[in-house]
Nanobody
Framework: QVQLVESGGGLVQAGGSLRLSCAAS????????MGWFRQAPGAERELVAAFRWSRGNSYYADSVKGRFTISRDNAKNTVYLQMNSLKPEDAAVYYC??????????????????WGQGAQVTVSS
């Protein structure tokens, strides 16, 4: 069982920055992938960024490349999402996701078994 606790959402003006954190509480299994998805009203849940724990590979949605950075703290089992140059279209509920098995396609939300509660990000124009 993996519990994910998110923090760091909020309201920011366009062009500003926010950092999201997701701490994984791992008991008997190791996390293989952690990622951030977002879902705006009426839209599908989409991958923002993901990180394969053992390989150290990171993945980004095209819309956030160069603005968002995913990073990890191994000792804390925590993944961060640094979001810079935020745009109104980045506004959404951001969800942390994780899995303890191999994930073939990190862009598919149905590949992940564990989800955080969601963090609202609002960007004012």
């Amino acid at each position: 069982q993996v519990q994910l606790v998110e923090s760091g959402g909020g309201l920011v003006q366009a062009g500003g920055s926010l950092r999201l954190s997701c701490a994984a509480s791992v008991r008997t299994f190791r996390v293989t992938v952690m990622g951030w998805f977002r879902q705006a009203p009426g839209a599908e849940r989409e991958l923002v960024a993901a990180f394969r724990w053992s390989r150290g590979n990171s993945y980004y949605a095209d819309s956030v490349k160069g603005r968002f950075t995913i990073s990890r703290d191994n000792a804390k089992n925590t993944v961060y999402l640094q979001m810079n140059s935020l745009k109104p279209e980045d506004a959404a509920v951001y969800y942390c996701a994780a899995d303890t098995n191999f994930v073939a396609n990190v862009y598919r939300p149905d590949e992940y078994d564990y989800w955080g509660q969601g963090a609202q990000v609002t960007v004012s124009s």
